[in-house]
């Protein structure tokens, strides 16, 4: 099987009193990518996120998205600030002396000033959070790549159609060459002989002229190498896997040879035709920017 590089998936899972949402989406992108977006308390975990993500991603753009739910408070703590209420309380005596004001401070207002009562989470157990979020992650991750598949499947199908195309395009410019060359020595010996009258033609010269004429419009060793990486192509696609780059390179190469069978056409059948193989060619890169 091949994968296409954009996908979605999406799992949630609980562990305890922690809920875990995870979230994949991608777009192509020539290495892998991985944008993480998630709460700081998961921050220690990242590391062992990457990992796992690598197991099942090659490549792409992929942003992750990773939240945490708490059902309870149990984590979470009043802490009493002791040393900072008392200098705010010796500051505010200073000032009641300084101004001769009266020192009407409250233990209820006092309470209120900044960071004297403060709520502080405790810290949870990595082994813990880990056990949950792995589990969201591998669910995540599954379907995002199931996704993934189900789009390479249809590239992949796309992409053998393209190549067949490609091929019969081959096979004409195979089975036409010869037929132009036959057409172009008859038509250099009806043009010497109005040229000669009754005179006696020029076999080795005709032969000659002819086999300039082949050198210059032969395409026998590009058409062999285009079919040779269509077929390569072809065998890539079905044997699977993460073949983007590999696909990506046989693509150069039957566009190389697809432009030198069009700069030789001598022959407005050939020309069209290789315009065509050009513009399928074109078509087939643009798929295989998709494919992992």
Not at 162 to 187: C, G, H, T, W
Request: with cysteine; glycine share 4%; aromatic share 6%.
């Amino acid at each position: 099987m091949i994968n296409s590089m954009t996908g979605f998936g999406r799992f949630e899972a609980a562990e305890g009193s922690r809920k875990f949402t995870v979230e994949l989406k991608s777009v192509n992108h020539r290495y892998l990518d991985l944008n993480i977006k998630m709460p700081r308390q998961l921050n220690a975990l990242e590391s062992g996120i990457r990992s796992l993500l690598r197991e099942y991603i090659e490549r792409g753009k992929v942003d992750v998205y990773i939240t945490c739910e708490k059902d309870t408070q149990e984590d979470v703590s009043l802490k009493y600030n002791s040393a900072l209420a008392a200098t705010y309380l010796s500051y505010l005596k200073e000032m009641a002396e300084e101004f001769q004001l009266e020192n009407d401070i409250r233990v209820s207002s006092l309470s209120r000033y900044p960071d004297v009562f403060v709520m502080e989470e405790t810290p949870a157990d990595e082994e813990e959070l880990w056990n949950g979020l792995e589990k969201a992650l591998r669910g995540a991750c599954e379907q995002f790549v199931s996704a993934r598949t189900r789009e390479g499947e249809h590239l992949k199908a796309d992409l053998l159609e393209k190549l067949d195309e490609l091929l019969e395009n081959v096979d004409f410019i195979e089975r036409r060459s010869p037929q132009i060359m036959a057409e172009y020595r008859s038509r250099l010996e009806d043009k010497v002989k109005e040229l000669l009258g009754d005179r006696q033609l020029d076999d080795s010269r005709i032969a000659t002229e002819v086999t300039i004429y082949a050198d210059k419009i032969c395409v026998d060793e590009e058409t062999v190498r285009l079919k040779s990486h269509i077929l390569a192509m072809k065998e890539a696609l079905t044997k699977g896997g993460p073949i983007g780059r590999k696909l990506d390179f046989i693509a150069q190469e039957m566009n190389r040879e697809a432009n030198t069978i069009l700069s030789k056409a001598n022959n407005i059948e050939i020309s069209d035709v290789g315009i065509n193989m050009k513009t399928g060619i074109e078509k087939i890169r643009e798929q295989i920017q998709n494919i992992e």
